[in-house]
């Protein structure tokens, strides 16, 4: 899908986060977004969800300005076009991985058990779909939260720091499996990341900062 920002602004009181922050992502562009700690990239990638709120600009997706939508039509337009990676995974406690991989596609009332299982499979957890969360480590943790990030096929992926908790190895399979999973279906990618060497593989790399955002 077509991602389109301009001039966004956040801020919280007199504190400014960003400001005049624009960018356009094309449909299956895959966008790296670099930035200090604390510079605002996990509030610009939850703004494109529709997850959080901002204090001036527009935030577009193939036409529809989800600036304009309220919160019950934002939620319904989120649930089938994007999948989201959160920093801090936010995978259920009480659901195993399977139920946690299939949550986007039961939402869409599209249940598909196959499905999961292969997506947990992509993403190197094949047999561990009855277990709980606790019983994963933060690696494994955070590959259940991509699976599920990608089981509906979303035209839009947004992912904070989805490499942050791995090894090396295991970093490059999980971007191999973002990379091929968004790239299998069209997807436009939006990444967050301080690995150089994940940022290295997008097609653009734009460094946030107060004042803006550039290459
Ligand atoms: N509820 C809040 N009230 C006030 N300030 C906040 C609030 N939430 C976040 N901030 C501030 O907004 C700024 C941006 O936070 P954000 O989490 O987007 O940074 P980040 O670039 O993702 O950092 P990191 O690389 O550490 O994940 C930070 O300076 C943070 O302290
Ligand atoms: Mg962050």
């Not at 009332?109 to 999961?116: E, F, P, S």
């Not at 499979?121 to 709980?132: H, I, P, S, T, W």
């Amino acid at each position: 899908m077509t991602l389109h920002v301009e001039g966004l602004a956040k801020r919280y009181g007199d504190a400014t986060v960003f400001a005049d922050v624009s960018l356009d992502v094309a449909p299956g562009e895959f966008v790296a977004i670099v930035g200090e700690s604390g510079v605002g990239k996990s509030t610009l990638l939850n703004c494109m969800a529709g997850l959080d709120h901002w204090d001036a600009g527009r935030i577009v997706h193939d036409g529809t300005d989800i600036g304009a939508l309220d919160a019950e039509a934002c939620a319904l337009w989120r649930r089938s076009h994007v999948g989201f990676v959160f920093q801090a995974f936010h995978v259920l406690p009480h659901l195993d991985v399977a139920q946690n991989v299939a949550l986007p596609l039961m939402l869409l009332k599209q249940r598909d058990d196959a499905r999961v299982a292969r997506m947990l499979e992509v993403v190197g957890l094949a047999g561990f779909g009855a277990r709980l969360p606790q019983q994963l480590s933060g690696g494994q943790l955070q590959r259940v939260a991509i699976a599920r990030a990608l089981v509906h096929r979303p035209a839009l992926l947004l992912a904070d720091e989805p490499t942050g908790n791995l090894d090396p190895t295991t970093a490059a399979k999980v971007m191999d499996v973002l990379l091929a999973q968004t790239r299998e279906h069209g997807a436009s990618l939006v990444l967050v990341t301080h690995s150089e060497t994940a940022a290295a593989r997008a097609d653009r790399v734009l460094h946030l900062r107060a004042d803006g955002i550039g290459e």
